[in-house]
T-cell receptor, first 113, second 112 residues
Framework: GESVGLHLPTLSVQEGDNSIINCAYSNSASDYFIWYKQESGKGPQFIIDIRSNMDKRQGQRVTVLLNKTVKHLSLQIAATQPGDSAVYFCAQVTTDSWGKLQFGAGTQVVVTP | DTAVSQTPKYLVTQMGNDKSIKCEQNLGHDTMYWYKQDSKKFLKIMFSYNNKELIINETVPNRFSPKSPDKAHLNLHINSLELGDSAVYFC???????????FGPGTRLLVL
């Protein structure tokens, strides 16, 4: 399934399927992007990051894609598991901004059996 | 062994009261942050300290006053609490020059 936009939509995914979470960012000066996962009642947890000189980065079951031309970022989760149910945030930062993260609104991912 | 810890986890108080939230990190980082997450899950930075020096101060009412006694601690004091202050407050830390921030578990503040 896919989700687009910065509002807090809900993405319902069947266990075992791939998930795609999209994020449109606004600051073209941003040169570093991070995806965070926030489970219910917990703080945001780092998943994966990417710098603006890259267009793809892979981690364990996750891939982040960056399209600077259209200012778009996506997070792909392979073989989605129940433990992937959470709110996912993209965040952008400019290197000289002293770590001032700008967060997107988040996407709620619900994994169904 | 918690990397970033916050106390208390829950805080319920009356309007007009003064309260403090504490944050500690044992990651050896030199930069710490406070974020506010509203009821719609939107996360916004409030303050940032580097080596006990204030470096980011967003448009936050001056009822909010951060204090950093040392690099490992960043506390948040709130005077004259208002209903609109109800939110989840997250502390985070990072190493200067490395943008990845590590978040605490949050403090859920409810002002009645």
């Amino acid at each position: 399934g896919e989700s687009v936009g910065l509002h807090l939509p809900t993405l319902s995914v069947q266990e075992g399927d791939n998930s795609i979470i999209n994020c449109a960012y606004s600051n073209s000066a941003s040169d570093y992007f991070i995806w965070y996962k926030q489970e219910s009642g917990k703080g945001p947890q780092f998943i994966i990051d990417i710098r603006s000189n890259m267009d793809k980065r892979q981690g364990q079951r996750v891939t982040v894609l960056l399209n600077k031309t259209v200012k778009h970022l996506s997070l792909q989760i392979a073989a989605t598991q129940p433990g992937d149910s959470a709110v996912y945030f993209c965040a952008q930062v400019t290197t000289d901004s002293w770590g001032k993260l700008q967060f997107g609104a988040g996407t709620q991912v619900v994994v169904t059996p | 062994d918690t990397a970033v810890s916050q106390t208390p986890k829950y805080l319920v108080t009356q309007m007009g009261n003064d309260k403090s939230i504490k944050c500690e990190q044992n990651l050896g980082h030199d930069t710490m942050y406070w974020y506010k997450q509203d009821s719609k899950k939107f996360l916004k930075i409030m303050f940032s300290y580097n080596n006990k020096e204030l470096i980011i101060n967003e448009t936050v009412p001056n009822r909010f006053s951060p204090k950093s006694p040392d690099k490992a601690h960043l506390n948040l004091h709130i005077n004259s609490l208002e209903l609109g202050d109800s939110a989840v407050y997250f502390c985070a830390s990072s190493q200067a020059g490395k943008e990845t921030q590590y978040f605490g578990p949050g403090t859920r503040l409810l002002v009645l």
